[in-house]
């Protein structure tokens, strides 16, 4: 993989942050765009600015059939068994939401359980607290190991036959574990629950499969993955789907109006009510490419490259404690004895280096780490060992400043 030749897609990367040459490591939070996203965007808006679906005019039939083509597109990146299976959203919250409200609510009863994990961000945890506290039902959690993964033996202990819905993370933002999401599909399924998967950490950095892995939703963000914002998917297996209620009504997904009833158009449109998200779905397509042809396997190789790199130079500095597994994700997180992450993150920005400093959306995790807040280091597939250097180099600097003593 030319990671030299990817950064000259990224004109971002390509300027100084107080008087430093910018090194982005927040990409968990947001990555960078390439030219070939940002063009199509121009391009959609200079020559084929149009509603979809609607109009029978060229500019109209362009747009439609770009916004279409996205979904196949989506549909083939992540093998689903049809577009009907693939819904646009505003991002991984929105998809959700829509599982919890449009289907959860719909399914749930008192007594029925929700297994989750609390290495959730809390767009995986809050829509599970108000189904349940709406229907009655129980929220369970799966036990954490020492190092931040999962067990097996606790998935299948804390699963019962009164669990309807199991939502799990594939990979963790704040630990960098990655979960073993078929095996716990297996679990769920043989207990007679569904699983909701959040993959927006997941899908930029790895190949997902919805028939391998037959999970049965599946939520993850444009913005993640060298897309626009503001523009995600739900994947959902198209007889659940056709079970769940819409949580949006209004123009776009209605079949047919009447004074007093309505009835709702077929997969996907269903879920998509009012104007769609056009231009970020053409965006996301133009994502796609971009990473289908840099590789998912090279891009998840360099990745992990990248991680274990950046863990072995950390380690290297007294004072630094580091939360996860040793296989973990394409993050490290982190935190410097007695200063607080936001201190380091500024120092750090002085510098230069953008790093992502707080509880991450992710409190009950904190709690389990015993900490308020922790610095993060995020890395994608324009990120070098080079920056890693600095990265270790500009905490250094941080330690110094705040009094820390080397030994």
Known sequence: MDVKAIREMFPILDQEVNGHPLVYLDSSATSQTPLPVIEALDKYY?????????????????????YEGAREKVRKFINAASEKEVIFTRGSTTSINYV??????????????????????????????????????????IPLQEDGTIALEDVKATVTEQTKIVAVTHASNVLGTINPIKEIAKIAHDHGAVLLVDGAQAVPHMKVDMTDLDCDFYAFSGHKMCGPTEIG??????????????????????????????????????FEAGTPIIA????????????????????????KKLAAYALEKLKSIDGISIYGPEERGALVTFNI??????????VLDMEGIA????????????????VTATARASFYLYNTEEEIDALAKGLLKAKEYFGNVFK
């Open 337 to 346: 004895e007695d200063v607080h992450p936001h201190d380091v993150a500024t």
């Open 355 to 370: 790093i992502r400093a707080g509880h991450h959306c992710a409190q009950p995790l904190m709690k389990w780490l015993n």
């Open 100 to 141: 919890a409200y449009g289907y959860a609510r719909k399914i749930l009863q008192p007594g029925d359980e929700i297994v989750i994990t609390p290495m959730e961000h809390h767009s995986n945890i809050i829509p599970w607290q108000q189904a349940a506290k709406a229907t009655g039902a129980t929220l369970k959690y």
């Open 280 to 303: 970020g779905a053409i965006g996301l397509g133009a994502a796609i490419d971009f990473l289908e042809d840099v590789g998912m396997d090279n891009i998840f190789a360099h990745d």
């Open 46 to 66: 200079k020559e084929d600015n149009s509603n979809v679906h609607r109009g029978v005019h060229t500019l109209g039939t362009r747009a439609t059939d770009q």
């Open 233 to 270: 998917v739900l994947y959902g297996k198209q007889e659940l789907l056709e079970q769940m209620e819409p949580v949006e009504f209004g123009g776009e997904m209605i079949d047919f109006v009447d004074l007093y009833d309505s009835t709702w158009k077929e997969l996907p449109w269903k």
